[in-house]
């Protein structure tokens, strides 16, 4: 029976898989994914044919992945696998398979749609999100729970157990070349070991750890998890998780219990956290009715509201917008050189500005405590005065065509000539 490698390979299943893909791709910072995006472009469904082919076949290859030793804002590393286009295909018709609303391809799949829907678990799965974990944890707070306990995995990428995953996989699902081809997918080999160092440590080992940056580690570590995810949702104990953020609630009495059974877990999967008091701030322990953060929230008996963190965040992020367009139109003005496209000056500044606050507000649609949008607003008027006030002073003393670059209209005697074929160089001008 093979009626899940066989739905991976579907045309249209592929084709699904190619159109999710470009889209996360299309603006990458990559030169070898971008080339290897237009490639396909040129023509998709020879490449996704080829594609099909191979999975059919059983000939497919995983590529070695890029490894990147990404910074982290506090100065850490984190490890990021860089996939091809092609296998982040692959994975993304994978993905689709095991989230099938299809009862058909749900009957070989076994336990799997239990274990990956689990009630309290958000990240990762179709139809949740952020917005559906706060408000389980509303619900949850306005249904008795007094006492929390949040906390925040360590390393957790490269510590999901892998080898026990794809086990896991293979003894559930009635396929075995899919099962076959979902380890294959989430193991990780680097093109570039040497060039890491000892960054190398950052990424997954031969049996333990996924990928960031595959399609499939998330699921992989919400598989990893189903017995933590069980154990804190039953016996009257409750925990909502988002990947590797959890906040457990309960009775005052039972929280530090609560806490202890959450690390005895974590360690039998080879797996820690951080803990209350351990001078990490990524951990505490409290009375719902004083509040606490969670994924940017700030979750109160008065209401959902952006965290203070993320408001200080975001505000810092705009400051910096703001810094570079001074320096844009500081240029201007000083040289007078023509205007191009990309420069951040008045007009467009106030444009990504826009593009920013509207989405930092969309992503905070679902609060319900609104004071701090009219905070964070007050905030933002200030830094628009100041920047409006300063432009003002800048433009007074240039000529009318160094004022327009300085707004960011553009001037036609700023166009760059094209040069075609033999044209007189008086017809070109």
Same mark, same amino acid.
């Given at each position: 029976?093979?009626?899940?490698?066989?739905?991976?390979?579907?045309?249209?299943?592929?084709?699904?898989?190619?159109?999710?893909?470009?889209?996360?791709?299309?603006?990458?910072?990559?030169?070898?994914?971008?080339?290897?995006?237009?490639?396909?472009?040129?023509?998709?469904?020879?490449?996704?044919?080829?594609?099909?082919?191979?999975?059919?076949?059983?000939?497919?290859?995983?590529?070695?992945?890029?490894?990147?030793?990404?910074?982290?804002?506090?100065?850490?590393?984190?490890?990021?696998?860089?996939?091809?286009?092609?296998?982040?295909?692959?994975?993304?018709?994978?993905?689709?398979?095991?989230?099938?609303?299809?009862?058909?391809?749900?009957?070989?799949?076994?336990?799997?749609?239990?274990?990956?829907?689990?009630?309290?678990?958000?990240?990762?799965?179709?139809?949740?999100?952020?917005?559906?974990?706060?408000?389980?944890?509303?619900?949850?707070?306005?249904?008795?729970?007094?006492?929390?306990?949040?906390?925040?995995?360590?390393?957790?990428?490269?510590?999901?157990?892998?080898?026990?995953?794809?086990?896991?996989?293979?003894?559930?699902?009635?396929?075995? @070349?899919?099962?076959?081809?979902? =380890? *294959? +997918?989430?193991?990780?080999?680097?093109?570039?070991? #040497?060039? &890491? /160092?000892?960054?190398?440590?950052?990424?997954?080992?031969?049996?333990?750890?996924?990928?960031?940056?595959?399609?499939?580690?998330?699921?992989?570590?919400?598989?990893?998890?189903?017995?933590?995810?069980?154990?804190?949702?039953?016996?009257?104990?409750?925990?909502?998780?988002?990947?590797?953020?959890?906040?457990?609630? @309960?009775?005052?009495?039972?929280? =530090? *219990? +609560?806490?202890?059974?959450?690390?005895?877990?974590? #360690?039998? &999967? /080879?797996?820690?956290?951080?803990?209350?008091?351990?001078?990490?701030?990524?951990?505490?322990?409290?009375?719902?009715?004083?509040?606490?953060?969670?994924?940017?929230?700030?979750?109160?008996?008065?209401?959902?509201?952006?965290?203070?963190?993320?408001?200080?965040?975001?505000?810092?992020?705009?400051?910096?917008?703001? @810094?570079?367009?001074?320096?844009?139109? *500081? +240029?201007?003005?000083?040289?007078?050189?023509?205007?191009?496209?990309?420069?951040?000056?008045?007009?467009?500044?106030?444009?990504?500005?826009?593009?920013?606050?509207?989405?930092?507000?969309?992503?905070?649609?679902?609060?319900?405590?609104?004071?701090?949008?009219?905070?964070?607003?007050?905030?933002?008027?200030?830094?628009?005065?100041?920047?409006?006030?300063?432009?003002?002073?800048?433009?007074?003393?240039?000529?009318?065509?160094?004022?327009?670059?300085?707004?960011?209209?553009?001037?036609?005697?700023?166009?760059?000539?094209?040069?075609?074929?033999?044209?007189?160089?008086?017809?070109?001008?």
């Amino acid at each position: 029976m093979a009626e899940l490698a066989l739905a991976v390979s579907d045309l249209d299943n592929l084709y699904r898989a190619w159109r999710d893909v470009r889209a996360n791709v299309a603006h990458t910072a990559w030169p070898h994914i971008t080339d290897e995006m237009h490639a396909i472009d040129a023509a998709p469904l020879r490449a996704l044919r080829e594609i099909q082919t191979a999975l059919r076949q059983h000939t497919y290859e995983f590529s070695k992945k890029h490894g990147y030793a990404k910074r982290k804002s506090g100065g850490s590393r984190r490890g990021i696998a860089i996939h091809s286009v092609r296998d982040r295909i692959v994975q993304r018709a994978i993905l689709d398979v095991l989230y099938t609303a299809d009862d058909k391809l749900k009957k070989p799949l076994g336990p799997l749609p239990t274990v990956l829907n689990q009630p309290r678990s958000f990240a990762g799965i179709p139809g949740k999100g952020l917005p559906q974990a706060i408000a389980c944890i509303v619900n949850l707070i306005e249904t008795g729970a007094h006492a929390y306990v949040y906390s925040d995995m360590k390393d957790f990428f490269p510590c999901v157990p892998r080898e026990e995953v794809a086990g896991f996989i293979r003894a559930n699902v009635n396929d075995a @070349a899919f099962a076959d081809l979902f =380890e *294959r +997918a989430v193991t990780t080999e680097l093109n570039n070991v #040497a060039a &890491l /160092g000892s960054f190398v440590e950052l990424f997954p080992g031969p049996a333990i750890g996924v990928a960031q940056g595959s399609l499939l580690s998330v699921l992989a570590g919400n598989i990893g998890l189903r017995r933590f995810d069980e154990l804190f949702n039953t016996n009257g104990l409750a925990m909502v998780r988002y990947l590797d953020d959890f906040v457990i609630l @309960a009775n005052w009495e039972n929280i =530090e *219990r +609560a806490f202890a059974l959450a690390q005895e877990e974590l #360690a039998r &999967l /080879g797996m820690d956290c951080y803990a209350p008091g351990d001078g990490s701030q990524k951990a505490f322990l409290g009375r719902v009715a004083d509040g606490f953060d969670f994924l940017g929230c700030r979750i109160h008996p008065s209401g959902v509201s952006p965290s203070s963190k993320n408001r200080r965040k975001f505000l810092r992020e705009l400051k910096s917008v703001l @810094a570079q367009a001074r320096q844009e139109i *500081r +240029a201007f003005k000083s040289d007078g050189a023509p205007r191009r496209r990309a420069e951040q000056t008045y007009l467009q500044t106030l444009s990504l500005l826009d593009r920013k606050i509207r989405g930092w507000g969309d992503a905070y649609q679902f609060v319900t405590n609104r004071v701090t949008f009219a905070q964070t607003d007050v905030a933002i008027d200030h830094l628009l005065t100041d920047f409006r006030l300063w432009f003002t002073r800048q433009i007074g003393a240039v000529d009318a065509r160094t004022q327009r670059r300085m707004w960011g209209v553009a001037l036609l005697a700023d166009t760059p000539p094209q040069i075609v074929g033999n044209v007189p160089k008086s017809k070109r001008a």
